[in-house]
């Protein structure tokens, strides 16, 4: 009777995608930073990243995430969100082993806070857009919880104001090259 169940019982292999579920995570991010208005050329920050998403058909994962730059140069800080979109490397539906490459994409807008050259001498808009692009490593610990390292980049654009004869300002725009490392926790 035993060697019956044990033919008829399929074998499962281990399959840690998360599909159907949802996520919260937690990382620490480092950014340089390259902008086009400030003679001070690429600064650094350090900042925490805030995440929350999902998991759904062939394991593509969607996350909105929240940052906090701060730009110690110029006694500002930029708030902003993203919303991306994670495409794994394989999509034929096989069993999914615990580590996973990702392939990021999506858009962000971002605010500008603070005493900044960026906003009073140059004048520009404080909302910044931002296209996103990266790729991300995820490794799961347990079936649930994930550490998760990523390589992002961001280009940010935003308008200037009209000049003193009404003529519509130049684009400003800036660029973030960004690493992280964190935790995500499935439900």
Known sequence: MAGVLLVSTPSHAANYSGAG??????????????????DTGAWSSTYPRLTVGGTGPMNARFEISWTRMRADQEDANIVGLDGDVWLPYALDGAPVSRL???????????????ETSVLDEEGADNGARSLNGGLALVYNLTRR????????YRYFSWDAPDDEEGQPGDEANATATSFSIGLQQLF
Request: proline content about 2%; aromatic content about 14%; overall charge neutral.
């Open 21 to 38: 579920s949802w996520h919260l995570g937690a990382a620490y991010e480092t950014a340089t930073i390259d902008q086009n208005l400030l």
């Open 145 to 152: 919880t994930e550490l998760v390292a990523t390589a992002r």
């Open 100 to 114: 996973r490459p990702y392939l990021i994409l999506g858009v962000g807008y971002h605010r500008y806070y603070g």
